[in-house]
């Protein structure tokens, strides 16, 4: 299953509106830090490897 970049972005709001809920245990609190920064790093890694054409 492909995720889309707007969808990724989703799930991220998401998942930090989930982070400051008040009430919800700690094990689920840890698995959406988890989530959290796998999807932030996958975005990140996203615009780092976007490939330019050479100028030659």
């Known amino acids: ?5 707007k969808e990724k972005q989703l799930l991220i709001r998401l998942l930090k509106k989930e982070k400051r ?3 919800g245990l700690k094990e689920d609190k840890k698995e959406i830090n988890q989530l959290l920064d796998k999807l932030e790093q996958n975005t990140r890694n996203e ?3 976007k490939v330019k054409p050479s100028k030659l």
């Open 1 to 5: 299953m492909l995720i889309t970049k």
């Open 21 to 23: 809920r008040v009430f």
């Open 47 to 49: 615009k780092v490897n």
